[in-house]
C-alpha cells in the first residue's frame, strides 16, 4: 500500500509554543489529505480536510486560528498548533487519500504514523 | 446522529478461538465504502479489510471477514483463530461519497493466552 509518514512521532513542548507537525505522501500524490485528532482511549475525530492549493476545511468546533493547515504540494500538509496549551495534547493522526479529485467510497484513505503531542 | 456504533467498548477471546467486533452503520446514501481498522498501542492505524455498499460477497482477508448485512446495516468484523497479536483497539469506518472517513468509537479486544 502507499506509504504516508509525519515528523516529529513524538513532540513534547511549553505552553504557549508553537507546534509544527509534517505530513508526506512518500509515493504518491495527494490532492486530498486529511487531520485527525485522537484523545487517550477515544475515537479518532476529523479536525479538518486540507485539499492541495485551497484553503482547508474545518469541521465544526475545530478553531481554524488555532490549528493552522497548509497543503502547499501534492505531497506534504502541515498542521500547526499554535499558542499551544495542555489541553492540546493529543495524539494527532494524518490521512492521505490516494486519488484525485471526488472522493469515492471506493477510494482508500492512508494513515501516517501519528504524532504525539505533549504540551507541559 | 452517531454514523458509526460499536457497542462492545471491550471483548475478551482466548487464543486460537474466533471473535466477532459488532459495528452497525447509520447512511441514506446507496454508495458507501465500510472499513475496518486495527490500532495497536503504537498507536498506527493499520487498515485490515474493505467492504463496498455494492458488494454482493462478504469481504475476507486472510483471517479477517467482514459480515455484511445491508439490510440490518451491519457490518460485524469476524477474526478466526484468534493470536496474541490481535490484541488491540479496532475501528469499525465508513466512507460516504465525497466524505472523509468516519470512525466508531472503538472496541478494544484482549486475546488470553
Known amino acids: 500500500g502507499a506509504v504516508v509518514s509525519q515528523h516529529p512521532s513524538r513532540v513534547i513542548c511549553k505552553s504557549g509554543t508553537s507546534v509544527k507537525i509534517e505530513c508526506r505522501s512518500l509515493?504518491?500524490?495527494?490532492?486530498?489529505m486529511f487531520w485527525y485528532r485522537q484523545f487517550p482511549k477515544q475515537s479518532l475525530m476529523l479536525m479538518a480536510t486540507?485539499?492541495?492549493?485551497?484553503?482547508?476545511?474545518?469541521e465544526q468546533g475545530v478553531e481554524k486560528d488555532k490549528f493552522l493547515i497548509n497543503h502547499a504540494s501534492l505531497t506534504l500538509s502541515t498542521l500547526t498548533v499554535t499558542s499551544a496549551h495542555p489541553e492540546d495534547s493529543s495524539f494527532y493522526i494524518c490521512?492521505?487519500?490516494?486519488?484525485?479529485?471526488?472522493?469515492?467510497?471506493?477510494?482508500?484513505?492512508?494513515f501516517g504514523p501519528g504524532t504525539r503531542l505533549t504540551v507541559l | 446522529a452517531q454514523k458509526i456504533t460499536q457497542t462492545q467498548p471491550g471483548m475478551f477471546v482466548q487464543e486460537k478461538e474466533a471473535v466477532t467486533l459488532d459495528c452497525t452503520y447509520d447512511?441514506?446514501?446507496?454508495?458507501?465504502?465500510l472499513f475496518w481498522y486495527k490500532q495497536p498501542s503504537s498507536g498506527e492505524m493499520i487498515f485490515l479489510i474493505y467492504?463496498?455498499?455494492?458488494?454482493?460477497q462478504n469481504a475476507t482477508e486472510g483471517r479477517y471477514s467482514l459480515n455484511f448485512q445491508k439490510a440490518r446495516k451491519s457490518a460485524n468484523l469476524v477474526i478466526s483463530a484468534s493470536q496474541l497479536g490481535d490484541s488491540a483497539m479496532y475501528f469499525c469506518?465508513?466512507?460516504?461519497?465525497?466524505?472523509?472517513?468516519?470512525f466508531g468509537k472503538g472496541t478494544r479486544l484482549s486475546v488470553i493466552a
Open positions: 509515493d504518491f500524490q495527494a490532492t486530498t
Open positions: 490521512s492521505a487519500l490516494q486519488t484525485s479529485g471526488r472522493i469515492s467510497s471506493y477510494n482508500e484513505q492512508f
Open positions: 467492504q463496498g455498499s455494492y458488494d454482493e
Open positions: 447512511t441514506s446514501d446507496q454508495s458507501y465504502g
Open positions: 486540507s485539499n492541495e492549493g485551497s484553503k482547508a476545511t474545518y
Open positions: 469506518a465508513m466512507r460516504e461519497v465525497n466524505t472523509p472517513l468516519v
